[in-house]
């Protein structure tokens, strides 16, 4: 077996090489942890709750002003769609978020649809082609809107179609995430899941403190 024909020079070489491993090994560390960090904050940003609900006033689809000021004293809900994005499908296809939004209706909660898609994407709707779609779906909405400059999605930091926020009376977010627990596409997973959107419909209007006010919204992402 070859040894070193220069210990010293060996031995100093050897040296220099674990320091400069070992150097790398806790940069990468230190990235690791810096990089966990950032996710966790964009986290906490994007699906804060028990906040202020950032006002919005904007045209629904039939042209009528709508603003969330209107609503105060009142439980709101803000639906993030997009026909388009084959998530969404899985719910309004399977019936499940009619379901849902008569659920809340029957709890005199206020359904609003924002769909955040901007006009130069291939998935936008104009307003009459939105109407027609929730008509072929029988969907149970309040009012929708079309957010074609993204302002309100991105206040409440929408990141998917589907999203579901919560706005209490006060007008403070209490809940902002997915609609259910199972993160697929798939329709057969709706009956095993969770529906967060339901739970917390529940829960903040009979007067409970919301159990699990964040959850990670899943679906598409949400066209800016």
């Not at 070193?4 to 942890?33: H, K, Q, T, W, Y």
């Not at 008569?102 to 955040?116: D, G, H, P």
């Not at 082609?129 to 809107?145: C, D, G, H, I, P």
């Not at 339901?198 to 209007?205: N, P």
Request: net charge positive.
């Amino acid at each position: 077996m070859p040894s070193c024909v220069m210990p010293n020079l060996c031995r100093e070489n050897n040296s220099a090489l674990f320091a400069r491993d070992r150097s790398g090994l806790i940069g990468n560390l230190c990235m690791a942890v810096l990089l966990t960090l950032a996710l966790a904050l964009n986290a906490s940003t994007a699906f804060a709750a028990n906040k202020a609900a950032p006002g919005f006033t904007i045209n629904d689809l039939d042209g009528k002003p709508l603003s969330l000021a209107d609503f105060k004293g009142q439980w709101v809900i803000l639906e993030w769609t997009n026909p388009g994005c084959p998530f969404v499908q899985k719910h309004y296809k399977a019936g499940n978020m009619q379901a849902t939004q008569q659920f809340a209706s029957e709890k005199k909660v206020v359904w609003i649809q924002v769909n955040s898609t901007t006009p130069s994407h291939s998935d936008y709707l104009k307003p009459n082609e939105m109407k027609e779609w929730n008509t072929e779906m029988k969907a149970k909405v309040s009012r929708a809107v079309l957010d074609e400059k993204g302002s309100i999605g991105k206040a409440y930091g929408a990141k998917t179609t589907p999203q579901i926020v919560l706005i209490n009376p006060a007008q403070q977010i209490v809940y902002n995430g997915a609609i259910d627990s199972i993160r697929s596409a798939n329709p057969a997973d709706i009956e095993k899941a969770t529906n967060y959107a339901k739970k917390a419909i529940a829960e903040g209007t009979a007067g409970k403190p919301i159990g699990e006010p964040t959850t990670t919204p899943y679906g598409c992402s949400v066209k800016y």
